[in-house]
């Protein structure tokens, strides 16, 4: 989380650490949301993924 957030500063980029929760019972999503990352489900991530893919493709054949 630390490299990820300084990583981002340097580079002068605007932008979070998104986490995906597959589920896990290590307690990394726990810890990455204590060091400021934002935990997402795997499902909503897939679907967002998907709708960004649709969009692209949906782009990408008007084109």
Do not use: Y
Not at 23 to 35: H, P
């Amino acid at each position: 989380m630390r490299k990820a957030r300084e990583f981002l500063r340097a580079s002068d980029i605007v932008g979070e650490v998104l986490i995906p929760d597959n589920g896990s019972t290590a307690g990394s999503q726990q810890l990455a949301a204590r060091e400021g990352a934002r935990v997402l489900l795997v499902s909503i991530v897939l679907a967002s993924l998907n709708f960004t893919l649709m969009k692209f493709w949906a782009f990408a054949e008007r084109a």
